[in-house]
Structure formats: structure tokens, C-alpha cells
């Protein structure tokens, strides 16, 4: 709903009502996700939302990879699904409980499972699949990010949980990828130049958060878990107004005139962002007190500290007038508060504690002074701005799946069925064909090779019939 | 039950006749082509309406016909729920295979002529239920595909043509050696299903089936004789030729189906497993050299290879149960092929002087583009068509055979499923073309809307598959 508003009232898309179609088509899609309760709906709804994804991408670049990676996840989950359905012998989702009981290679379907579900989110080593979205339109990419393949995977998650825990390389595997994941997310939200991937990657290590957080809680669904989503998707939408109302440079040393030429806007977005990390810290507060884990501040401290220090990489460059950017119109401005204030308002804040408050605080002082804001000489370095190292192992892996498809083809189409077997074939034809020539040439030959062969047919005949 | 089964064997024949009447370079041939395929797709459907679903008597439709008044020379001819639906993918690729062809193709006679007596020898082979007949038109389909291809393949080596004749001649050879060696112990024609049941001696049984093995297995690309069957394809450029090259493994398929129906037979027991073995290993190096190709017709080959596979190996080792779902899978399966040779080629053609790329998403033929992206879809297994979930049900039942079995071939399908997906991402920026200001004629809206209609079919039939009979 944020997402059709959103995109309703501020007009980013040339044909509105097209995109709020596919939008609504996707959680058509993802309530059948939800409610379905057979493996052919479940995998025809999973099918609907990446397809609809492509269409909210729209880029075809951008989407390739994302595409691919997507395929290749499905292909995964047809596998697993198909090899529960033939132990239990039913489509029907309930009875994976049987499959838990019965069933063989339960480590392959938690690991497959879960390889899968990294593949949509774009875990650890998958996330090339995610980064190219960068050059997609900060709006659809927010919705792609939220709305489409990850969500459907946390979907899947909750579905299969109970199978996939019956394997003890379950927790050990989400914890390993999970724990990369973050810092990897972290990482590269402070070193990526552009402020869409900066968003990429932040989102990576939300999505990783999640999944360990529902793990930590049973893989029970609550509230609390309902507004971290709402609270990530209002961080993301700040942060896209901010791009939005600066120029829409998306180049974080592009940004120039941020503190000048849209004042409300920014004074608006940053108060937006103080309250909802006051918001999530609430949420956090809620989940620590009910988990009692100390793994959620490691990522609560990743995302501030990066948050912060790219806030204040922002606000310190030059500013610079630029000439044809208007600041942000009043309605407007009215109508984003109005809806951040509902948001802000809905939030549980019966448990609010001062650890609550004290977290935005926090987060504005480090906004004002933040010493990782001045590692921004990082985004001089092309190397590091091309490359994204572990996203190679997609290159690798489809290079060298088609150079053994090269490989294969030129040693055994080429070498061996066509200049040996074809060789020798033609040889072994000629050789008859000469042969049956010379023995034409003799007077007798021919009669008694023919003869023989006649002899050796009524043998075989002979012999035959006394069998049967 | 069985007034109009003849009339499906009847109407190409007499097709043909006009036909070979019609006046040359002119669309008589091209008209009397369609509307034969498309009376016969009329009969298909009315005999499956006819048909009651829940009727466990797969054998519903008989006729037979008394050859030389000889009663061991009795030609059966029988139809069920699977060859009929197999035949209606069969009309509908072909009919596709047809509005492909561009106008100038469509003005020759001979190949409407050969492409219609191919047709009516496919019916007969899905039809028949008696040795003879089946050797018949198993044999009969060589001569029409070989002239066509040899007269509008544009092959380039001459010794690939040869070597594609030889090599399905051969395969004739040994279903003959095998009728022959049948005729021996049986005193007679004898019905298919009744072929597995007859004494010999282990010996001939051995040459027998193998006989009959090597006779389906030519037709099917197996490795490694898959090799020059798809160097044919990649050169073909007619529409209907390709079709027609892309229907020979389903002879070879129709034929273990109808072999095989009751039991493996077991003289040939003990060597089932190689050919599962090379099964695999072919789909495996089949879906990497896909994975490899730049070629779209390559990588269809490929394509119809690995998937023709998978049904071979469901009609080897899967339960009676199954087969069903092997005839739906199989009717999208063709009809998806067809229309992705159709516009593969119509893109290609219409792109050769050019130099672009043409297929993907991007492209310069949107419309074209757009149901090229449908089919790809569909080819891939997304719930568009029957195809998702008989394969699902299929691959299901592979795993309970057996996991590792299982699992390669779901990697040579996945494999083969991404070489078809990296075709819409070939285009990758169309900015220099715009500069350039290559501008491509677009599909006609006639085109556009019989595969309108083709893709409706199928997107029904991912709800019902058999929505048009009952």
C-alpha cells in the first residue's frame, strides 16, 4: 500500500496505473504464496512474482543477472519440492510432516532449501544478482527489495522451516551466511559510491537480520517483526527523497547542494530518519527482551554507523545552487509527514524504554560526527567501485559451465564423432564397398560369398526353430 | 465410436491429391495444405470428445483393414487419449510450423506436398497398432524429410545430408531386420502390444529388441549420434522443414511408448540401464553445449534434445501411471518448440542483412519479441502451460526411482532452462542501433493474432489440459 501511494500522490511513473497494476498483481501473487496449501500453487505463485518482478525492473540490463539468479532458485526449489512430493506422495503442503518422519536426504533439502532462499534474497556470494538493480529507478528498486523475490522467500522460509530444521547443518548454515552477509552488506554500503547500491546493501544485511531474528524467535510471526519491515521501507523512502530532491544524482560525490537548495526537504527527511530509527530501536528493544540476543546490536550497530556516516558524507560536501531544481512542494511535504506520522504513531510503544530513545540520539550525534564518514576517499578508487570480488563467482561459475560446454563440444562432437567415428565409418564402407567390387571381379567369388551367407541363414534358422 | 477414425487417415491423403493438383507458385497448395491440417485438428478434437476420461480402457478407437485378403496380413490401426493428444500437438506444430513459412515459401507446391505426406505418415505411426503398418509409416516419413531438407536446408556439407539419410536408413534397416525376425516367430503380422509376449529363442530376442532399440534410438539424438542430426538443424531455414526435423525424435519416443507398453521385454532387460546411463550423460552434455552455443537454433536443438530425453526415460522407467502426464507435458512441449522455430527463424531472417540481434526482451520487433519472451517462459516451466506441472509430477517420480537420477536431470534441465533464459537477455543496448536508425518490419497482425490465439491455448491448458474436449 505504501509502495501504490507512494507511488500515487508523487507521480515517479509515467504510466501510474500500470505500475500500481503490477504492484497489486504482486501481492495478488504473494497472498496465494501465503494461503496456498498444494506445491503447484505455491510454485505457481513463487513463478508470478519473479516474473512480475522483471516487469517492476523493466531495465533489461539490470535485470539479467537478477533474472538468472532467480531461475536458478526456482530450479532449486522445483527440485526440493519435487523430492518431498515423491516421498509423500502429495501435493499437499501439511503433509511435509510426514517427509520429516519418513523421508531420506533431509540435509540436501534444508541446505538446497536454504541455498535457494539466499539466491532470491541475495545473500553472500548471490548478491550480484541484487547489486546490478542499481541502475534501476530508486522507486522500483525500494518495491523489488521489499515487495517482490526476497519477500517471497521469507514466505517460503515460514513454510518450510519445520522440514528444513531437521537438519543439523540448518542453523550452522543460515548463521554462517546470515553473519556475511551483514558485515558483507556493511562493508559495501560504506564503500560503494553510488547511493542505490549503498541501499543494496543495506538491505542485504536487513534481510539477513530478519531471517536470524525469526529463527531466534521460532519462526513465529509477531508484530514487532511487521514493523521492522514498515521501519526498513520508511529509512529506504527517506533516503530516496533525498536522492530525489538533490538533483537525483545518485553518485555520492555528485551530491552537491544538499543543505541549500532543499531545505524543508531535508530538514523534513532527516526528522523522518531520526523517528524511525527510534522507531526500529523500539522494535529491536522488543525482540532483544523477548530473544535475548546480543547479535541484534552487532547489526543495529553496523546499520547506524554506516547510516550516519553516509548522512554526514552527504551534508559536508560543497554546496553548490544549481539552477532548475525547486525545493519541495508544500503539499507534498504535508502529505510525507502525514503518512510518516501514522507510521510513527502505529508503532507498539508500550515497551519504550530510555535505551529506546537513546538510540536515536545516538544516531543524530553520530550524524554530526561520525569518523567513518571520512573513509569517502574510498569512492576514488575504481577498482573498487567496478568490482564487487565475491559477486565474480556468478562470472565464474557461468564462464566455466560454458567452457566446459566449449570443451565438451570440441573434444566430443568435433574430435572424436566427427574426424574419429565419422572417419572411421566412412572408411569401414568404402573398405566393403571395394571389397564386395573385387569379389564381382572374379568369376566365382560373388556366388559363393552369397552361398555362404545363404548357409548361414538356414543355420541360424535351424538352429532357432529346435530352441523354440 | 469408430465412424470417424478413418477420416483422420483419409483427409492428408486426399490433402495430398489436391495438392499434388494445384496450380504452381500460386497459395492453392498453401490453402488446401492448411485447410487439410486444420479438418484433421477438427477430427482430432471431436474423437476427444468422444472419449470418456474416466474410462481406465486406454483403447478406444479401432479399425482395421484386411491387406491382400490375408488375415496375417491385417492392418490395425488404434487410437487412445495419448496418441490422440499427441497427434493434436502434432497438427498444431505443424499448423504453426505452416504460418511460418514467408510468402514465397508458401507458393511451393512440392514442399506443401511433402510437408502434408509427412504429416499423414506421422498419423499413421500414432495410429497404428500392428507391426507392418507401424514399419510402414515409420519408414515412409524418410523419404518427404529428406528431399526437404535436402531441397531447403541449405546444408552446407553434403556429407552431413548424407550421413542424416544413411543414418535414419539404417534405423529402417533394423526395424526391418526386427519385423522379419517377428514374422518368423509369430507366423505372422502380429499387434504391438502383443510383441513382448512372443517366444524366442534368447538369442533373437537379444537382436530383436536391440534391433528395435538402434531403430528408435536413430531417430532420437543419443549420444553420439546426435550429431549430425543437430547439424541439419542448425542450417535449416524453412519453417516447416525445421518443424519437421524437430518431430523425428517423437517417432523414435511414440515407438518405445508403444513397444514397451505392457513390459520391458527381458531380452533386452539387462541393457535398459546403459541406455539410462546414456541418457543422462547425453542430456548433461546435450544442456552444456546449450549453455555453450551462440546459435538460437542450436541452443533449441539442445533444448528439444534434453527434453525429448526426459520423456524417453519417463517412458522407459516410469510406471503405466505416469503416462498421461507424459502426453500433456509432450503436446505443449511441441506446440512450444514450433513456435519458437517459427519466430526464432522469422527474427533471424528478417535480421540477416542487418547485423543486430534480434531476440530478448529488447529488440527491434516488440511484438514479435513479446511472444518469443512468452514461449521462452513457457519452455523454461513457469506455470504458463500443462507442461509445469506433468514435469513436476514426472520429476517427482524420477526422484522416487531413484535420487541421483533425480537430481542430474534436474541439473541438465536447469542448465538447459538457463541457455533458453540467456536468449532474452541478448540484446544488451540498443543505443548505437537508435543512432544508426535500424528500423525492422515487425510480425503482421495476422501472425500476431494466431499466436494470440496459441498462447491462450496454452494458458487454459495450465488449468486443464484438456479444456477443449470436455
Redesign the interface.
Known sequence: MLGALNNFFFRYEERRSAYISVLTFNLVALIILITSNN??QL??AL??V??LSQLMIRD??A??RY??LN??AD??L??V???I???VASLDIRQIILYRNTG??QD?VALAGLTALFAKLGFFLFQIGITDLKNVRFHRLQNILFLSSPLAAMILLLKFNALWRTSEYFTMYMDIVCILTILWGGLGSLCSNNLKSKVIYWQMSFWALFMELLRFHGFIWFSGFTFLLLEMYAIVLALYLLYYYNNRRVLMTQIQNMPLTNKRAVACVLLVIVAVVAAMSNTLTILYNNMNRYYIWTFAAVFVLTLSAVLKQMFKRESVKLVGYGPMPVKKFMLFELIMFCAFLLQDWRYAEPATWSGAVVFALLCACNPLAKTDFVYGIKALQNNDVLGRVYHVLVKS??????V??LL??RL???KI??AVLSSSVSAMLRFFRRLNAGKFSGVLAFILLALLLSVS?YI?RN?? | MTDIFPLLLILPLLGCLFVLFAKKNDNNSFHVTLFALLSNLAVIVRMLTQINRNDNDLQVFHFAYSWLESKSMELVFEANLFSLLVLMGVYIAFIIGIMGLTEQQRKNKAQMLMGLYFVWNVTGLLCANDMTSFYIFFAGMIIPLFLLVGLYGNIKKNSTLY?FFVFNFAGVLCLLTAMLFIY??HNGNTELQNIALI???A??AVVVWGCVCAAFISRIPI??FH?WISSVNSGLRSSLVCVMTHMLPLTGLYGFLRFWQVTIPKGILPFVPVVVVFGIMTML?IA??????KDFLQKLFAYTTVYYLLFLLATIMLPEVYIMNIAYSLVTFLIVIASLTVLGLKAETACEDSDCDYR???AYMPKLSNLFSFFV?VA????LSAM??NN??L??????IG?LL??LM?TA???I??AL??E??I???LTEKRVAGVQIEDISDKQIMFFMAVVIFLFVSFFNPLWFAF
Open positions: 506445491f503447484v510454485l505457481s513463478f508470478v519473479d516474473i533489461v540490463e535485470g539479467r533474472v538468472l531461475m536458478f530450479m532449486i522445483f527440485t519440492l519435487a523430492l512430493n515423491c516421498r531420506m536426504h540436501f559451465l560454458r567452457l566446459c560446454g566449449r565438451f563440444w566430443i562432437d572424436f564423432v566427427e567415428v565419422l534358422y532357432g530352441e523354440l | 550421413l518368423k516367430y517366444k524366442m529363442p538369442g533373437a549420444w553420439p550429431y552434455f552444456l553445449i546449450g549453455l555453450a552455443h530478448g526482451i529488447l517462459l523454461v516451466g513457469l506455470p509445469f506441472w513436476f509430477v520429476i517427482s517420480a524420477f526422484f522416487r535420487f533425480g537430481t534436474m534441465i536447469t542448465m532452462c538457463m533464459l540467456f532474452l537477455f540484446m544488451r543496448n
